[in-house]
């Protein structure tokens, strides 16, 4: 909805603090990044190679946290859908528009530490 807002009023990108940060911060975020998703690759291998049995053995750990957890494939793919999504509306919204509406009368670290 913010984005559609911005966008409607012709307001640059730049004003909810979307613009491009060409230097060393880039470069640590893509190292990190693809860190992350090897070590999350090679868990998801490591977990498809476990027997039937383990698995199960694993699932039954996992106590209350297992009511949360998607059960079947069509769960799964909306609960990545879902975590994507709010993943990136929560930035756009919290580090975005709100510090954006803040600024005026907190200045940029006020309205950080607000939103």
Do not use: H
Request: aromatic share 10%; glycine share 6%; net charge positive.
């Amino acid at each position: 909805m913010t984005t559609v807002l911005c966008v409607s009023a012709n307001r640059p990108w730049s004003a909810l603090g979307l613009t491009a940060v060409l230097d060393w911060r880039l470069a640590v975020s893509v190292i990190v990044v693809f860190a992350l998703t090897t070590l999350f690759v090679l868990q998801v291998r490591i977990l498809a190679k476990l027997s039937a049995a383990r698995r199960a053995a694993l699932r039954s750990r996992l106590g209350v946290m297992r009511t949360l957890s998607p059960s079947t494939r069509e769960e799964r793919d909306w609960f990545m859908a879902i975590s994507i999504t709010a993943g990136v509306c929560e930035e756009l919204l919290y580090r975005g528009f709100l510090t954006w509406a803040l600024r005026p009368w907190l200045g940029p670290w006020g309205a950080a530490a607000g939103s």
